[in-house]
Protein backbone atom coordinates (compact mmCIF):
# COMPACT_ATOMS: atom_id res chain seq x y z
CA UNK A 1 0.00 0.00 0.00
CA UNK A 2 1.44 3.17 -0.86
CA UNK A 3 2.35 4.90 2.55
CA UNK A 4 2.07 8.98 0.44
CA UNK A 5 -1.81 8.40 -0.52
CA UNK A 6 -4.55 7.79 1.67
CA UNK A 7 -6.57 4.38 1.13
CA UNK A 8 -9.32 4.25 -0.76
CA UNK A 9 -11.80 2.28 1.23
CA UNK A 10 -14.93 0.88 -0.69
CA UNK A 11 -16.31 -1.28 2.27
CA UNK A 12 -18.77 0.92 3.63
CA UNK A 13 -21.06 -1.94 4.45
CA UNK A 14 -18.61 -3.43 6.60
CA UNK A 15 -17.73 -0.77 8.15
CA UNK A 16 -18.04 2.94 8.64
CA UNK A 17 -15.76 5.63 10.65
CA UNK A 18 -17.27 7.47 13.66
CA UNK A 19 -18.48 11.16 12.14
CA UNK A 20 -17.20 13.88 13.21
CA UNK A 21 -20.31 14.97 14.91
CA UNK A 22 -20.90 11.72 16.82
CA UNK A 23 -17.42 11.83 18.35
CA UNK A 24 -18.00 15.27 19.57
CA UNK A 25 -20.75 14.49 21.22
CA UNK A 26 -20.04 11.44 23.00
CA UNK A 27 -16.63 12.73 23.96
CA UNK A 28 -17.35 14.08 27.82
CA UNK A 29 -19.08 10.59 28.40
CA UNK A 30 -15.71 9.34 28.35
CA UNK A 31 -13.89 10.77 31.26
CA UNK A 32 -16.04 14.19 32.53
CA UNK A 33 -19.33 12.51 32.83
CA UNK A 34 -18.42 9.18 33.26
CA UNK A 35 -20.83 8.62 36.24
CA UNK A 36 -23.03 5.39 36.09
CA UNK A 37 -26.39 6.14 34.97
CA UNK A 38 -28.21 4.13 38.00
CA UNK A 39 -25.92 6.19 40.95
CA UNK A 40 -28.45 8.34 43.20
CA UNK A 41 -26.36 11.63 43.20
CA UNK A 42 -26.59 14.59 40.87
CA UNK A 43 -24.24 14.37 38.36
CA UNK A 44 -25.19 10.32 37.27
CA UNK A 45 -28.73 11.95 37.20
CA UNK A 46 -27.68 14.13 34.73
CA UNK A 47 -25.97 11.25 32.54
CA UNK A 48 -29.04 9.31 33.50
CA UNK A 49 -30.70 12.43 31.66
CA UNK A 50 -28.32 12.75 28.51
CA UNK A 51 -29.07 8.57 27.90
CA UNK A 52 -32.77 8.83 28.18
CA UNK A 53 -32.48 11.87 25.92
CA UNK A 54 -30.01 9.78 23.11
CA UNK A 55 -32.25 7.18 22.82
CA UNK A 56 -35.84 9.10 22.84
CA UNK A 57 -33.95 11.28 19.61
CA UNK A 58 -33.07 8.23 18.33
CA UNK A 59 -36.58 6.73 18.68
CA UNK A 60 -38.06 9.44 17.25
CA UNK A 61 -35.73 9.14 14.25
CA UNK A 62 -37.87 5.92 13.18
CA UNK A 63 -41.44 7.36 14.59
CA UNK A 64 -41.02 5.50 17.60
CA UNK A 65 -40.84 7.05 21.44
CA UNK A 66 -37.75 5.97 23.80
CA UNK A 67 -39.67 3.26 26.03
CA UNK A 68 -40.09 1.33 22.88
CA UNK A 69 -36.29 0.53 22.31
CA UNK A 70 -33.77 -1.28 24.09
CA UNK A 71 -30.23 -0.48 23.49
CA UNK A 72 -27.63 -3.31 22.48
CA UNK A 73 -23.98 -4.11 21.95
CA UNK A 74 -24.42 -4.08 18.20
CA UNK A 75 -27.20 -5.61 15.91
CA UNK A 76 -26.39 -9.23 16.42
CA UNK A 77 -27.40 -8.65 20.13
CA UNK A 78 -30.75 -7.02 19.09
CA UNK A 79 -31.35 -10.03 16.57
CA UNK A 80 -30.80 -12.13 19.19
CA UNK A 81 -33.31 -10.65 21.93
CA UNK A 82 -35.48 -10.04 19.08
CA UNK A 83 -36.22 -13.47 18.09
CA UNK A 84 -37.08 -14.66 21.79
CA UNK A 85 -39.87 -14.39 21.01
CA UNK A 86 -40.03 -16.78 18.32
CA UNK A 87 -40.30 -20.80 17.59
CA UNK A 88 -41.55 -21.21 14.18
CA UNK A 89 -39.79 -18.84 11.61
CA UNK A 90 -39.42 -17.66 7.64
CA UNK A 91 -36.58 -15.66 6.93
CA UNK A 92 -35.10 -14.94 3.84
CA UNK A 93 -32.51 -16.89 2.06
CA UNK A 94 -30.36 -14.15 2.02
CA UNK A 95 -30.37 -12.63 5.45
CA UNK A 96 -27.23 -11.76 7.10
CA UNK A 97 -25.45 -14.98 9.37
CA UNK A 98 -26.76 -12.98 12.75
CA UNK A 99 -30.22 -13.68 11.71
CA UNK A 100 -29.53 -17.28 10.36
CA UNK A 101 -27.59 -18.83 13.19
CA UNK A 102 -30.56 -17.38 15.48
CA UNK A 103 -33.07 -19.18 13.22
CA UNK A 104 -31.25 -22.54 13.04
CA UNK A 105 -31.65 -22.98 16.42
CA UNK A 106 -35.64 -23.38 16.10
CA UNK A 107 -38.58 -24.36 13.45
CA UNK A 108 -36.99 -22.27 10.48
CA UNK A 109 -37.23 -22.17 6.85
CA UNK A 110 -36.03 -20.09 4.26
CA UNK A 111 -38.04 -17.64 1.59
CA UNK A 112 -36.46 -17.55 -2.13
CA UNK A 113 -34.98 -14.38 -3.87
CA UNK A 114 -35.08 -13.76 -7.49
CA UNK A 115 -32.11 -13.02 -9.46
CA UNK A 116 -31.88 -9.79 -7.58
CA UNK A 117 -32.15 -10.39 -4.48
CA UNK A 118 -35.40 -9.30 -3.98
CA UNK A 119 -37.71 -11.87 -2.54
CA UNK A 120 -40.47 -14.04 -3.80
CA UNK A 121 -43.78 -13.20 -2.90
CA UNK A 122 -45.35 -16.32 -4.17
CA UNK A 123 -42.88 -18.37 -1.64
CA UNK A 124 -43.31 -16.13 0.92
CA UNK A 125 -46.84 -16.59 1.10
CA UNK A 126 -46.53 -20.27 0.19
CA UNK A 127 -44.42 -20.63 3.46
CA UNK A 128 -46.48 -18.37 5.63
CA UNK A 129 -48.53 -21.83 7.40
CA UNK A 130 -50.15 -21.06 10.80
CA UNK A 131 -47.52 -22.50 12.56
CA UNK A 132 -45.40 -19.81 11.78
CA UNK A 133 -45.03 -17.14 14.29
CA UNK A 134 -41.95 -15.05 13.28
CA UNK A 135 -40.71 -13.59 10.08
CA UNK A 136 -37.41 -11.85 9.85
CA UNK A 137 -36.50 -10.09 6.52
CA UNK A 138 -33.83 -7.60 6.18
CA UNK A 139 -35.06 -4.17 4.64
CA UNK A 140 -31.48 -4.10 2.82
CA UNK A 141 -29.34 -6.86 2.45
CA UNK A 142 -25.77 -6.21 3.41
CA UNK A 143 -24.00 -8.02 0.14
CA UNK A 144 -26.07 -7.04 -2.87
CA UNK A 145 -28.40 -3.76 -1.23
CA UNK A 146 -31.42 -5.28 -2.64
CA UNK A 147 -33.80 -3.03 -1.04
CA UNK A 148 -37.20 -5.38 -0.66
CA UNK A 149 -40.41 -4.81 -1.31
CA UNK A 150 -41.73 -3.54 2.45
CA UNK A 151 -45.53 -2.58 1.44
CA UNK A 152 -46.50 -5.89 -0.34
CA UNK A 153 -44.77 -7.80 3.04
CA UNK A 154 -46.53 -6.04 5.54
CA UNK A 155 -49.73 -6.53 3.46
CA UNK A 156 -49.30 -10.30 3.43
CA UNK A 157 -48.37 -10.39 7.21
CA UNK A 158 -51.53 -8.06 7.39
CA UNK A 159 -53.73 -10.44 5.95
CA UNK A 160 -52.46 -13.70 7.17
CA UNK A 161 -53.30 -12.03 10.73
CA UNK A 162 -56.77 -10.97 9.82
CA UNK A 163 -57.33 -14.79 8.32
CA UNK A 164 -56.13 -16.03 12.00
CA UNK A 165 -58.25 -14.04 13.53
CA UNK A 166 -61.36 -14.52 11.46
CA UNK A 167 -60.54 -18.05 11.98
CA UNK A 168 -59.88 -17.86 15.49
CA UNK A 169 -56.20 -19.31 15.34
CA UNK A 170 -54.71 -17.58 18.57
CA UNK A 171 -50.84 -18.24 17.27
CA UNK A 172 -49.16 -14.58 17.36
CA UNK A 173 -47.23 -13.56 13.85
CA UNK A 174 -44.38 -11.28 14.70
CA UNK A 175 -42.46 -9.21 12.05
CA UNK A 176 -39.09 -8.14 12.19
CA UNK A 177 -36.61 -6.27 10.59
CA UNK A 178 -32.70 -6.15 10.34
CA UNK A 179 -32.36 -2.56 8.85
CA UNK A 180 -28.52 -2.40 10.19
CA UNK A 181 -27.92 -1.64 6.63
CA UNK A 182 -31.10 0.18 5.44
CA UNK A 183 -31.19 3.35 8.54
CA UNK A 184 -28.21 5.30 6.84
CA UNK A 185 -30.12 5.92 3.47
CA UNK A 186 -33.69 4.71 4.24
CA UNK A 187 -35.91 6.98 5.84
CA UNK A 188 -37.57 4.91 8.48
CA UNK A 189 -41.06 4.57 10.33
CA UNK A 190 -41.86 2.16 11.96
CA UNK A 191 -45.56 2.22 11.57
CA UNK A 192 -45.36 2.32 7.81
CA UNK A 193 -42.72 -0.81 7.76
CA UNK A 194 -45.62 -2.31 9.65
CA UNK A 195 -42.76 -4.34 11.49
CA UNK A 196 -43.13 -5.93 15.37
CA UNK A 197 -39.35 -5.58 15.91
CA UNK A 198 -36.71 -3.72 13.84
CA UNK A 199 -33.01 -3.92 14.66
CA UNK A 200 -30.71 -1.16 14.03
CA UNK A 201 -27.31 -1.02 14.14
CA UNK A 202 -24.33 2.13 14.81
CA UNK A 203 -21.56 1.15 12.96
CA UNK A 204 -23.41 1.25 9.68
CA UNK A 205 -24.45 5.08 10.31
CA UNK A 206 -20.56 6.54 10.95
CA UNK A 207 -21.84 5.91 14.87
CA UNK A 208 -19.52 3.95 17.47
CA UNK A 209 -19.01 0.17 16.77
CA UNK A 210 -20.44 -2.38 18.93
CA UNK A 211 -23.86 -0.22 20.11
CA UNK A 212 -27.35 -1.31 18.25
CA UNK A 213 -31.10 -1.03 19.48
CA UNK A 214 -34.35 -2.92 18.98
CA UNK A 215 -37.56 -1.43 18.51
CA UNK A 216 -40.11 -3.38 20.32
CA UNK A 217 -43.68 -2.73 19.73
CA UNK A 218 -46.13 -2.93 23.28
CA UNK A 219 -47.63 -6.25 21.93
CA UNK A 220 -44.34 -8.53 21.75
CA UNK A 221 -43.01 -10.02 24.74
CA UNK A 222 -39.56 -11.20 24.17
CA UNK A 223 -37.16 -12.88 26.78
CA UNK A 224 -33.85 -11.39 28.67
CA UNK A 225 -30.92 -12.97 27.02
CA UNK A 226 -28.39 -11.83 29.59
CA UNK A 227 -29.37 -11.33 33.35
CA UNK A 228 -28.08 -8.85 35.98
CA UNK A 229 -28.96 -5.68 36.99
CA UNK A 230 -32.37 -5.24 35.35
CA UNK A 231 -31.73 -2.71 33.30
CA UNK A 232 -33.17 -1.38 29.68
CA UNK A 233 -36.90 -3.22 31.40
CA UNK A 234 -34.90 -6.31 32.28
CA UNK A 235 -34.36 -7.04 28.59
CA UNK A 236 -30.49 -6.00 28.50
CA UNK A 237 -29.14 -6.10 31.83
CA UNK A 238 -25.43 -4.36 32.35
CA UNK A 239 -24.43 -0.74 32.82
CA UNK A 240 -25.70 1.23 30.18
CA UNK A 241 -22.86 2.53 27.23
CA UNK A 242 -23.86 5.97 27.63
CA UNK A 243 -21.16 7.28 25.18
CA UNK A 244 -22.04 4.40 22.08
CA UNK A 245 -25.53 5.82 22.90
CA UNK A 246 -24.93 9.35 22.32
CA UNK A 247 -22.78 8.46 19.56
CA UNK A 248 -25.45 6.69 17.84
CA UNK A 249 -28.24 9.05 18.58
CA UNK A 250 -26.15 12.05 16.87
CA UNK A 251 -24.86 9.49 13.52
CA UNK A 252 -27.82 8.70 12.80
CA UNK A 253 -29.64 12.22 12.83
CA UNK A 254 -27.17 13.09 11.21
CA UNK A 255 -27.60 10.44 8.60
CA UNK A 256 -31.25 11.22 8.51
CA UNK A 257 -30.59 15.12 7.52
CA UNK A 258 -28.61 14.25 4.48
CA UNK A 259 -30.65 11.13 3.50
CA UNK A 260 -31.18 12.94 0.23
CA UNK A 261 -27.92 14.81 -0.62
CA UNK A 262 -26.06 11.43 0.11
CA UNK A 263 -28.30 9.30 -2.10
CA UNK A 264 -28.19 11.84 -4.82
CA UNK A 265 -24.14 11.57 -4.16
CA UNK A 266 -23.86 7.62 -4.42
CA UNK A 267 -26.35 7.27 -7.16
CA UNK A 268 -23.77 9.86 -9.13
CA UNK A 269 -20.45 8.36 -7.75
CA UNK A 270 -21.68 4.56 -8.78
CA UNK A 271 -22.96 5.75 -11.96
CA UNK A 272 -19.06 7.31 -12.96
CA UNK A 273 -17.77 3.69 -11.49
CA UNK A 274 -20.04 1.79 -13.69
CA UNK A 275 -19.53 3.88 -16.56
CA UNK A 276 -15.58 3.47 -15.74
CA UNK A 277 -15.50 -0.14 -15.54
CA UNK A 278 -17.95 -0.80 -18.88
CA UNK A 279 -15.88 1.53 -20.80
CA UNK A 280 -12.48 -0.36 -19.62
CA UNK A 281 -14.06 -3.46 -21.48
CA UNK A 282 -13.30 -5.76 -18.57
CA UNK A 283 -16.67 -7.44 -19.07
CA UNK A 284 -18.66 -6.44 -15.24
CA UNK A 285 -21.54 -8.44 -14.47
CA UNK A 286 -23.03 -5.81 -12.30
CA UNK A 287 -25.17 -7.55 -9.75
CA UNK A 288 -28.61 -6.62 -8.02
CA UNK A 289 -31.22 -4.55 -9.36
CA UNK A 290 -30.79 -1.57 -10.44
CA UNK A 291 -33.84 0.14 -8.72
CA UNK A 292 -34.44 -1.43 -6.06
CA UNK A 293 -30.61 -1.19 -4.56
CA UNK A 294 -29.11 0.75 -1.78
CA UNK A 295 -27.40 4.21 -3.74
CA UNK A 296 -24.44 3.35 -1.94
CA UNK A 297 -23.72 -0.46 -3.42
CA UNK A 298 -22.00 -1.58 -6.51
CA UNK A 299 -21.61 -5.38 -6.44
CA UNK A 300 -20.19 -6.69 -9.31
CA UNK A 301 -18.53 -9.98 -10.58
CA UNK A 302 -16.08 -10.96 -12.90
CA UNK A 303 -16.64 -14.68 -13.89
CA UNK A 304 -13.40 -16.82 -14.35
CA UNK A 305 -11.35 -14.60 -11.62
CA UNK A 306 -10.49 -14.83 -8.48
CA UNK A 307 -12.18 -12.05 -6.43
CA UNK A 308 -9.61 -12.74 -3.49
CA UNK A 309 -6.47 -12.01 -5.66
CA UNK A 310 -8.06 -8.53 -6.72
CA UNK A 311 -8.62 -7.73 -3.25
CA UNK A 312 -5.03 -8.80 -2.59
CA UNK A 313 -3.63 -6.80 -5.60
CA UNK A 314 -6.27 -3.93 -5.31
CA UNK A 315 -5.08 -3.57 -1.34
CA UNK A 316 -1.59 -3.28 -2.33
CA UNK A 317 -2.54 -0.32 -4.63
CA UNK A 318 -4.22 1.14 -1.33
CA UNK A 319 -7.76 0.20 -2.47
CA UNK A 320 -9.57 -2.01 0.60
CA UNK A 321 -12.66 -3.63 -0.49
CA UNK A 322 -14.04 -7.10 0.09
CA UNK A 323 -16.04 -10.16 -1.61
CA UNK A 324 -18.93 -10.22 0.76
CA UNK A 325 -20.37 -9.82 4.28
CA UNK A 326 -17.39 -9.25 6.10
CA UNK A 327 -17.61 -11.76 8.46
CA UNK A 328 -17.91 -14.94 6.26
CA UNK A 329 -15.44 -13.49 3.76
CA UNK A 330 -12.83 -13.76 6.98
CA UNK A 331 -13.86 -17.72 7.28
CA UNK A 332 -13.31 -17.96 3.49
CA UNK A 333 -17.00 -19.17 2.89
CA UNK A 334 -18.82 -19.01 -0.01
CA UNK A 335 -21.48 -16.14 0.01
CA UNK A 336 -24.57 -17.82 0.69
CA UNK A 337 -26.23 -14.56 -0.55
CA UNK A 338 -24.67 -15.10 -4.10
CA UNK A 339 -25.54 -18.56 -4.47
CA UNK A 340 -29.27 -17.53 -3.18
CA UNK A 341 -28.98 -15.34 -6.66
CA UNK A 342 -28.16 -18.37 -8.55
CA UNK A 343 -25.07 -16.98 -9.22
CA UNK A 344 -23.17 -19.76 -10.54
CA UNK A 345 -19.91 -21.13 -8.39
CA UNK A 346 -17.51 -18.98 -11.07
CA UNK A 347 -19.79 -16.06 -11.00
CA UNK A 348 -19.21 -16.37 -6.74
CA UNK A 349 -15.61 -16.96 -6.70
CA UNK A 350 -15.06 -13.64 -9.18
CA UNK A 351 -17.43 -11.26 -7.01
CA UNK A 352 -16.50 -7.78 -5.73
CA UNK A 353 -18.48 -6.07 -3.06
CA UNK A 354 -18.35 -2.40 -3.23
CA UNK A 355 -19.69 -0.16 -1.26
CA UNK A 356 -19.55 3.68 -0.95
CA UNK A 357 -19.53 6.18 2.12
CA UNK A 358 -18.58 9.59 2.71
CA UNK A 359 -15.03 9.11 2.84
CA UNK A 360 -15.14 8.67 -1.06
CA UNK A 361 -15.14 11.81 -4.16
CA UNK A 362 -15.04 11.64 -7.44
CA UNK A 363 -11.25 11.77 -7.56
CA UNK A 364 -10.87 8.78 -5.81
CA UNK A 365 -13.70 6.27 -7.30
CA UNK A 366 -11.96 7.35 -10.40
CA UNK A 367 -8.90 6.16 -9.80
CA UNK A 368 -10.37 2.95 -7.99
CA UNK A 369 -12.23 2.66 -10.49
CA UNK A 370 -9.43 2.69 -13.02
CA UNK A 371 -7.09 0.64 -10.77
CA UNK A 372 -10.15 -2.46 -10.65
CA UNK A 373 -9.72 -2.44 -14.39
CA UNK A 374 -5.70 -2.74 -14.36
CA UNK A 375 -6.40 -5.61 -12.27
CA UNK A 376 -8.95 -7.45 -13.74
CA UNK A 377 -6.40 -7.10 -16.67
CA UNK A 378 -3.91 -8.23 -15.86
CA UNK A 379 -5.16 -11.43 -14.40
CA UNK A 380 -7.22 -12.17 -17.43
CA UNK A 381 -3.57 -11.80 -19.24
CA UNK A 382 -2.05 -13.67 -16.23
CA UNK A 383 -4.91 -16.82 -16.87
CA UNK A 384 -4.57 -16.53 -20.49
CA UNK A 385 -0.84 -17.28 -20.44
CA UNK A 386 0.42 -20.83 -20.16
CA UNK A 387 -0.05 -22.10 -16.79
CA UNK A 388 4.28 -23.60 -16.73
CA UNK A 389 5.72 -20.45 -18.68
CA UNK A 390 7.43 -18.57 -15.66
CA UNK A 391 8.13 -14.77 -16.03
CA UNK A 392 11.22 -13.48 -14.92
CA UNK A 393 10.58 -10.29 -13.02
CA UNK A 394 12.45 -8.05 -15.10
CA UNK A 395 10.30 -8.99 -18.17
CA UNK A 396 7.57 -9.01 -16.22
CA UNK A 397 8.58 -5.51 -15.39
CA UNK A 398 8.45 -4.24 -18.64
CA UNK A 399 5.58 -5.92 -19.91
CA UNK A 400 3.71 -4.20 -17.19
CA UNK A 401 5.53 -0.88 -18.39
CA UNK A 402 4.60 -1.28 -21.76
CA UNK A 403 0.78 -2.34 -20.79
CA UNK A 404 1.02 0.78 -18.97
CA UNK A 405 2.13 3.01 -21.96
CA UNK A 406 -0.56 1.33 -24.28
CA UNK A 407 -4.05 1.85 -21.81
CA UNK A 408 -4.92 5.13 -21.85
CA UNK A 409 -8.03 4.37 -19.57
CA UNK A 410 -6.26 3.65 -16.53
CA UNK A 411 -5.22 6.92 -15.72
CA UNK A 412 -1.76 6.60 -15.28
CA UNK A 413 -2.66 3.76 -12.89
CA UNK A 414 -0.94 0.60 -13.20
CA UNK A 415 -1.22 -2.43 -11.10
CA UNK A 416 2.69 -3.22 -10.10
CA UNK A 417 3.17 -7.27 -9.54
CA UNK A 418 4.17 -7.99 -6.03
CA UNK A 419 5.83 -11.00 -4.43
CA UNK A 420 3.05 -12.18 -2.61
CA UNK A 421 0.38 -11.91 -5.51
CA UNK A 422 3.05 -13.86 -7.90
CA UNK A 423 3.12 -16.10 -4.90
CA UNK A 424 -0.19 -16.77 -4.36
C1 LIG B 1 -27.32 -6.73 7.68
C2 LIG B 1 -26.49 -6.92 8.90
N1 LIG B 1 -27.05 -7.45 9.99
C3 LIG B 1 -26.36 -7.63 11.12
C4 LIG B 1 -25.03 -7.31 11.21
C5 LIG B 1 -24.29 -7.59 12.49
O1 LIG B 1 -23.86 -6.41 13.07
P1 LIG B 1 -22.89 -6.42 14.36
O2 LIG B 1 -21.70 -7.23 13.96
O3 LIG B 1 -22.59 -4.97 14.56
O4 LIG B 1 -23.60 -7.02 15.48
C6 LIG B 1 -24.39 -6.77 10.09
C7 LIG B 1 -22.95 -6.44 10.13
O5 LIG B 1 -22.22 -6.58 9.21
C8 LIG B 1 -25.14 -6.56 8.90
O6 LIG B 1 -24.59 -6.06 7.80
Not at 31 to 41: E, G, I, L, R
Not at 287 to 306: E, I, M, R, T, Y
Not at 388 to 408: R, Y
Amino acid sequence: MSKTSPIIYLDHAAATPLSPVAKQAMEPFWAQDFFNPSSPYLPAKRVREAYEDAKNRLAHLIGAKGNDLVITAGATESINLAFTAASNCLILATEHDSVRAVASRIEHQEIAVNQYGLIDLEDFRAKLTPEVDFISIAMVNNELGAIQPFSQISEIIRQERQRRLGAGEPNPLFFHSDASQAFNLIDLNVSRLGVDLLTLNSAKVYGPKAVGALFIKSNVKLSPIQFGGGQERGLRAGTENVPGLIGFAAAAAEAKAHLKSNRQHYVELVDILKNQLQTAQIEPVFLGHPKHQLANFCPVSFPGLDAERLIFMLEEQGVCLSTGAACSASKGQKSHVLAAIGLSDTEIAGSLRITLGLTNDQVQIERAGALIAAAVNQERQRLSEPATKVQAPKAQADKQQSIKNQDPKTHGVNIQSTKKVAAA
